[in-house]
């Protein structure tokens, strides 16, 4: 399969109708069709080739669309660039990634000045914004008005097409290789489950640089649905674009979900258009699904997954969130879901032998959305990729009727906000300070974010570090998502196991009593 | 993707849901696995390992289901065999599939003596009908009774699933291999069209043989949904399954719905149940449509494709079927429908350039479901895929809006009610007779089955037949629906081109004076 298909497809079909929605803008798929292959023609007059890497650093629009696309067109592989990190993170994995290509909108470009001289592949910087062009910029707009006709490149099944980054626990980030045929198989997973058609209008509100949002991009292009953005959530922002685009489709994670319910003029809006509401992170609590169900009339889909994964491998469906249920029902409501259409998920020992139902192992999974592999790490893919199942490092237990419960992350992530933190980047950013001799990273539960990072610290002896001085310390390090909101001192070395590993367990046990913990 | 999946996928989240409704048989997911797993362990103490053909001859039940599993769960390639065909025609596919084991039940269990010294491939006969068991045939259910623990084959992806038998333009069947990921392919496609979950109670009233059937079984596997099986179409057994097992998703034929409209007791059944019905093998009359719209508050889906295509490459959605619309919305009650989901159609010249819109020309397709090629006849697979696109053989065009509509085949296919009739194997039964000079078949208008095979014979000189001898003569070669209905005798040579091919068209002519061809 080939992600242009979708567009071809969309193209063929629904010319005349809308593909984007964006305040008062409104462009045909003939138009989103014609720009896209102007800006393929732009990329491969830049030399951008079949594998070459377009890095996309950019808040939501309908110019990231077409960078997916146009980079596809191309030949190209498409490096979506997560817009919350720190300059020296984007700077590793630009280089990691060997972008060729590297493209900003005006948010972006203020980090530009930081870039300077140490993006050493990069050739071209592409302005996608608004305002003034910067120097050794080339100006988006010009370059598909200039654009020769492209050579449309036959990429598709195992070729790559997109490099996304996660993070991982070693505190080396991972470029994720997803091809033609993961993006695809997710397209079509999604699809299936939210029963997507032409008439559809799906919100970009998360940011297009995740597969949350990413997840939902191919599928509905292929079923001719129309694409409404927001640059980034915020209530106000999301609850406007809904009632003025007529959203029938939008993702949300409970966190968010609670913000726009709780907005102070919610009720001024007309929300009638939403069809069904995607989210994902963590479960939805019971009580704001009741609220939630109270207050709109449509379905709910959580999804679970990791970018690994296309992301999807498990839906929780619709008819699993009740209102007023059993127990039993109720219980499935704390649950990731069951296995998406053509996944196998399945729970395994340390010997990769299969778990029996309800017993705790590490959740695997196959099908045609597992990736092809980390870029450049092929060791980390063999591992994470063993006997043919991938290893999602999340430990859980399947019940009898196969639904699937997250019980812990085995790669010690926090997810805060819907952003997965990986402690061992944040630890690798306080050892770098002087005074630190020991540091722990954990998740605190947090009635807004689900968990906040946390880190116990235990100074070196004659050393001496504020909470605050820490924090800008990490801040100049790290994306601000993952510095410490809060940081506690230990006047003694920090609590070990037999071999010497730090008992996280025993650190984060305080904080959570008689508290439950929501992970997914 | 391996097409286990769908079964592993229904077991593990539907294990106590009904699989099979049959008659007064209902079976759980749980216990139809079972029984699948059984008739591996039983096929793979046969023989049967990676790649071996079983062959099967049976009419519709849940049984022709586990046959497919089974096989595929033991690594085995099926070969479903057309039930209409005479025993000289499914000897040949029996043979040049290779087959090791032979299944049928009590209605062709009848064929055996036909059969018997003629199968030299056949190591195993198996009966799984519910009569007397016939000698050296081995019992269906006391195979899976004493059936060792299978060891569950790993196939999936390129691997061949089925291989699936159609006529040929040359005369010679084609064994048409499709893979595993060919089948979920047209899985998902045909979830995303019916927009099929696990509450759909899917009845099979076309032979199973067929991939028009066969399209649906996977995905609604997959998806959890119901199986209800009749043993063949027939009136009064469709309504009264529709009924009793508050069938949703129902496949029929124009005719078909005819008949079942006309039915004499059609008011006193409750058919409240049937969500989408699904049709293919030629448009639907508007005036059917209206009669049905009237009557039945469902869905109506035109797929079209053919067996190498797993079947679909497009389909006509709901919105399509209108009852009172603009001319434009009628002409395309018309069309065979726009690009299936992960599809790409085009139509092109006889150098294989694309025509542009509303030209005639051939009928192309590509994408995730076109088969592997045709068993044995690599030069035949080579031409049929030339390019990377299946060639369809039928001509037609697209138009604006994407719409594609058959105008002819030129593979000089007949089509009646609802079967494929390919003229040059007719025509080789006919020249088989001592009589016959020259024969040509065509389709000619008929009120019941769309189109009636007709003959046109010139004898050679002092030789005498009657139309009932010649049609006494085909019947003991070919399928009976294959057969002429009618034979017309030419005193005169048949009318040819300067290059000596006989002029079906002006044969055509006189019967279709005034009529439209409906083709599809």
């Known amino acids: 399969m080939q ?4 567009l071809r497809r969309a193209e063929l079909l629904y010319r005349h109708d809308p593909a984007v929605l964006e305040g008062d803008l409104v462009m045909s798929w003939g138009e989103f069709a014609r720009r896209t292959y102007q800006l393929a023609g732009a990329l491969q007059e830049l030399g951008v080739g079949d594998d070459d890497k377009v890095a996309v650093l950019m808040l939501n629009g309908h110019r990231y669309l077409e960078l997916f696309y146009g980079t596809f067109a191309a030949g190209g592989v498409v490096v979506p660039l997560n817009i919350r990190l720190a300059p020296p993170e984007l700077i590793f994995q630009i280089n990691e990634a060997e972008a060729q290509v590297l493209v900003v909108d005006d948010t972006f470009a203020l980090m530009l000045p930081a870039f300077a001289g140490k993006l050493p592949t990069v050739r071209h910087i592409i302005f996608a914004g608004q305002g003034k062009l910067p120097d050794r910029t080339l100006a988006y707009e010009a370059l598909l008005a200039e654009a020769p006709r492209p050579k449309v490149a036959e990429r598709g099944e195992d070729d790559v097409a997109g490099i996304f980054y996660t993070g991982g626990t070693t505190g080396r980030p991972k470029g994720v290789m997803l091809t033609h045929d993961n993006i695809m198989a997710n397209a079509q997973n999604g699809l299936i489950a939210n029963r997507g058609t032409h008439r559809d209008i799906y919100l970009h509100s998360a940011p297009m640089f995740h597969l949350a949002d990413c997840s939902a991009t191919f599928g509905l292009t292929m079923s001719g649905a129309k694409h409404a953005f927001i640059p980034f959530f915020e209530p106000t922002k999301m609850l406007e674009a809904i009632q003025r685009h007529r959203v029938s489709l939008a993702l949300m994670i409970p966190t968010m979900l609670n913000m726009v319910l709780n907005h102070p003029n919610y009720d001024s809006y007309d929300l009638s ?46 008819e699993d969130h009740v209102r007023d249920g059993t127990p039993e029902q109720l219980k499935k409501l704390k649950a990731a879901g069951i296995p998406i259409y053509t996944a196998e998920v399945r729970v395994v020992d340390e010997n990769d032998q299969e778990v029996p139902r309800g017993e705790v192992g590490e959740i695997c999974a196959r099908g045609p959305m597992v990736m ?58 306080l050892y770098e300070h002087p005074a630190v001799l020991e540091a722990a990273v954990i998740g605190i539960p947090d009635g807004e974010w ?18 605050d001085e820490l924090q800008h310390h990490c801040h100049a390090l790290i994306a601000n998502y993952k510095c410490p909101k809060s940081i506690s001192f230990s006047e003694q070395e920090l609590p070990k196991s037999g071999a010497g590993k730090i008992l996280k367990r025993d650190l984060r046990q305080p904080f959570w009593e008689g508290k439950e913990r929501q992970i997914n």
Chains 1, 2 share one sequence.
């Open 3 to 6: 992600v242009m298909q979708t």
């Open 450 to 467: 689900g968990e906040a990072v946390h880190a116990v610290v235990h100074l070196k002896p004659k050393h001496q570090a504020t909470a």
């Open 273 to 318: 258009s939403l069809r069904v509401i995607s989210y994902g992170a963590s479960p939805i609590p019971l009580a704001l699904l009741r609220r939630a169900l109270d207050k709109l009339s449509c379905d709910f889909i959580q999804g679970y997954g990791m970018t690994e994964l296309s992301p999807l491998c498990a839906m929780l469906p619709p």
């Open 372 to 429: 092809k592999g980390y870029w450049k790490q092929p060791e980390a893919t063999a591992e994470a990729l063993r006997g043919g199942w991938m290893h999602t490092g999340d430990a859980g237990y399947m019940d009898e009727d196969g639904y699937i419960y997250l019980v812990d992350r085995t790669k010690d992530m926090i997810v805060t906000g819907g952003e997965n933190v990986y402690s061992v980047e944040v630890e690798a950013a």
